[in-house]
């Protein structure tokens, strides 16, 4: 059995014009890496179609140590509050190498 | 009229629109829209640079200078429409306002359709109007917008500290969208596309004739079914904007149609196809370039207002009825 280590998962699902501000975050509070999916569906902004520019989102997800999470959240609570739209989800994920996530 | 609505391209709109309005399920594949629109903007770019590397330099910066004061002068005045109306607040009405100096690319092909079909000859410069006016109105847009923001602050008591940091911000912010404005995907290939056009030997630009001339009646009618789909997307949204917006977003473009009909003619003595693709550059409203610029530098505005406005509404008006009540009003002005 591998030796496994916590850490947490950072999701954020918005609009993909917000990509560069997401990279901007989680690159300035530490964050070694992120991966990005482009993604479709609906919610309160309406139908997200992946058709046109505007209509895409992106799906971000970036793991960080406990100790950074709650940095990156302020950060994404701050484009919150200037009225970007976007959902966040943090979860407990374990990973092997935890060196590659400091 | 009939004329307009006969075309493959509107044609093919209409079926898009149908399509979506019966619920099929008919679907393009991700990003075929995105790279449609590439071909696009090159064959047009290509074409146009062609055709202005044989053109008047002199005219082509009168063009150019009042492509400028058509993108910069359109949102302010729809700003004003919009903030006389009441029925925005001002973010939202600096945001709409910008869609409507910035033009939609696929209503000018849709033009150049219309007037091949009809064998009219048109300039080649409004081309280079429609790369210049891409940018100007995000411009004024984001302007308005902060203007807006300070009015706001100031109203609500924002502290005086916070104030001057958010200045900063607000220009640090502000020059890094200019320059995301204008060097915007589209606006770097279309002019990019025409000074290809325009330096290249004419032996080797005839070589690519099949690729940007032969096929591309076909390409805009694929677009235009897409389009025709996504526009029909946004009518559960009308009840949302209201009917002074959709008043708006027809009545706008009408107003844009006259004072581009103006300057094609008066300001710069175009013939009737060229008169008609200024009017149709002014009387347009961005759907590409300008929502992913004003939903990232203008947040507290709802996308799902200006983009049904501009998509949902003007678009189809421009593309079924503006086209040939622009033609009419040009023929009126220049004399058939």
Not at chain 2, 72 to 81: E, N, V
Request: proline content about 5%.
């Amino acid at each position: 059995m591998h030796r496994l280590y916590p850490e947490k998962l950072i999701t954020v699902i918005t609009s993909d014009v917000l990509e560069g501000r997401l990279v901007q975050v989680v690159k300035q509070r530490g964050a070694s890496g992120y991966t990005i999916f482009r993604a479709q569906g609906a919610g309160s902004s309406g139908e997200q179609s992946g058709m046109l520019d505007i209509d895409t989102n992106i799906v971000f997800h970036v793991v960080v140590p406990l100790a950074k999470v709650s940095a990156m959240l302020d950060a994404l609570e701050d484009l919150a509050r200037k009225g970007h739209h976007l959902r966040v989800l943090v979860s407990d994920v374990n990973v092997l190498w935890p060196e590659k996530f400091e | 009229m009939l004329s307009n609505l006969l075309i493959p391209a509107v044609l093919f709109f209409a079926l898009g629109f149908f399509a979506k309005l019966i619920k099929s399920d008919l679907r393009f594949p991700p990003d075929l829209a995105k790279a449609l629109s590439i071909y696009l903007l090159v064959a047009i770019g290509l074409h146009g640079g062609y055709e202005l590397g044989k053109a008047d330099l002199l005219t082509a910066m009168n063009s150019v200078m009042w492509a400028l004061f058509l993108g910069f002068g359109m949102p302010l005045i729809g700003y004003a429409i919009l903030v006389f109306s009441k029925k925005v607040d001002p973010m939202n009405a600096a945001a709409i306002a910008a869609h409507y100096g910035s033009v939609s690319a696929g209503t000018f092909l849709t033009a150049v359709a219309y007037l091949d079909s009809l064998q009219i000859e048109y300039d080649s410069y409004p081309v280079i109007m429609l790369a210049v006016m891409e940018s100007p109105a995000i411009v004024v847009g984001l302007l308005l917008a902060a203007w807006s923001r300070r009015r706001l602050a100031q109203k609500q008591g924002a502290p005086q500290a916070e104030a001057g940091n958010g200045d900063e911000h607000d220009r640090n912010k502000l020059t890094h969208i200019l320059r995301e404005a204008f060097t915007n995907g589209s606006v770097v290939l279309l002019l990019g596309s025409m000074v290809i056009g325009a330096v290249a030997a004419p032996q080797s630009m005839a070589k690519i004739k099949p690729f940007i001339e032969d096929i591309f009646m076909g390409v805009l009618c694929l677009f235009l079914l897409e389009m025709g789909m996504e526009a029909a997307r946004r009518i559960g949204e009308f009840r949302r904007v209201g009917a002074v917006l959709i008043v708006f977003g027809v009545a706008m473009p009408v107003l844009g149609g006259m004072i581009g009909t103006l300057i094609g003619h008066e300001m710069l003595g175009f013939g009737v196809g060229g008169t008609l693709l200024v009017a149709v550059l002014a009387a347009s409203a961005s759907y590409i370039a300008v929502p992913p610029a004003m939903r990232l530098a203008v947040p507290e505005a709802s996308p799902s207002l200006y983009l049904t406005l501009s998509l949902g509404v003007t678009f189809p008006f421009n593309v079924v009825f503006g086209i040939p009540l622009y033609h009419m009003m040009v023929v009126m002005m220049v004399g058939a």
